[in-house]
Structures are given as C-alpha cells and as structure tokens.
C-alpha cells in the first residue's frame, strides 16, 4: 500500500500542536536520515580486514554514523569508540523540548571524532558496556530519557572486579548472572529504603504499608 505523508525542512511530520491559538506541525528531525548506506564504509573496512590496531579502530568507527558503543581487542589493546553523527546544539536548545523551526536553533554542525566519547588501555584494564553511557556527560538521544545515575552495567562492575583475570566462559557466568537481576532492586531499593527508615512516615497508612 502507498504511504504518504508531509514533510518539512527538518523532517517528516510526525504530528500537531497549537501555539497561541495557531495550529503548527511537529517534525522529527534526524541527522543520518537518508545517509544510512554512509557507515558501511566502516563495516568493509572490518570485514576486510583493514582494522589491525586500536588506532586504525577509532579511525574506522568514526565514519559510523548511527549511535552505537563500539570494542575492540587483540593481543594488545583494547579500545572503545561511541559512533553517531552527533549534532552541536544551537545556545537555548533544551533536547528534551521541541524547537521553533524559524532558524534560530539549526544545528551548528557536528562532533569531531576527536570529541566522542572513546579510549584505549584504561588504568582498570576492563571496558565494561551494557548499553549504557559511554562517558561521564554524555547525553542520550532526544527521546531517550534513561542516563541516569544508576544503570544496568552497575550490576556487572563489582562481579567482574573480583577476579584479576577472566576467561570467555567467567564472563559469560557474569552476564547470566546480572542478567536475571532487577537493577531497581539490586542498586536503588536499598537506598529508598534506608532513606525511608530514618524518615517519619506521612500517615498511618503508609506507616502500614512500609
């Protein structure tokens, strides 16, 4: 079936609003869109094999596009590189509120490799990755509201830390282990709850209900 819908200079319009009694649209706008086919450059280059180091890793990752936390490992280095065409924000902009398309918050170009987040050898010897933040002040896309604090990968940190070296097989035991856990009762709950025990309750009803 044919699909047709409207699009504007910043996107596709996903729906509508209503400022001051006008009616505007709303666009998603996306840097990659419709520059996907872009990062298979990078993929060839790791399928055939051209990547043999953790520098020519970086180099390689960085022409990825899309949003991703990349590894690397040989017999001597280890390396993390996070991908994406990250756009610099325009003074103002707040990614958790939608702009005024007027031209006043365009996007004022794009991260340098140089300024993703990235690494090689840590002190730690261990890169560890769930998904997660790659680097402190690294913010989530617009519509991802889950870099806080606490996150899944905090689950694996001590596990993996308790032993000096690791084999493919103790680190998949981790990751089965944390992976049947709740990290909201593992890593918050206990500390709600001992908040919550040196506090007075509201009422006689949440006093039962503790």
């Known amino acids: 079936q044919p ?3 409207y699009e504007s200079a910043h996107g596709p319009i996903v729906g509508y609003a209503t400022v001051k009694g006008t009616r505007v649209a709303i666009a998603t706008q996306r840097s990659t869109r419709g520059r996907e086919l872009l990062s298979a450059e990078a993929f060839y280059a790791l399928n055939t094999g051209k990547v043999t180091s953790a520098s ?9 596009e899309f949003s991703f936390n990349w590894f690397y490992a040989d017999d001597r280095d280890i390396a993390l590189f996070s991908s994406g ?3 610099v924000r325009a003074a ?10 007027t031209g006043a918050y ?37 519509s991802n509201f889950s870099y806080g604090p606490v996150q899944r990968v905090d689950l694996f940190t001590p596990k993996i ?28 709950w206990p500390v709600i709850r001992a908040v919550l025990a040196g506090s007075l309750c509201a009422n006689a009803v949440a006093a039962n209900e503790e």
């Open 106 to 142: 365009e996007w004022k170009g794009f991260l340098t490799p140089a300024r993703h987040a990235q690494g090689v050898n840590p002190p730690s010897g261990v890169i560890l990755n769930w998904n997660n933040k790659p680097a402190r002040n690294v913010g989530a896309a617009d």
């Open 161 to 188: 830390a308790k032993l000096r070296k690791h084999t493919l097989a103790s680190v998949v035991s981790v990751m089965n282990e944390v992976a049947t856990q709740d990290l909201r009762v593992v890593e918050v």
């Open 85 to 87: 065409r990250l756009p």
């Open 56 to 64: 020519s890793f970086l180099k390689t990752m960085a022409k990825v």
């Open 3 to 5: 699909v047709a819908f």
């Open 92 to 101: 103002g902009t707040d990614p958790a509120l939608p702009t005024v398309g």
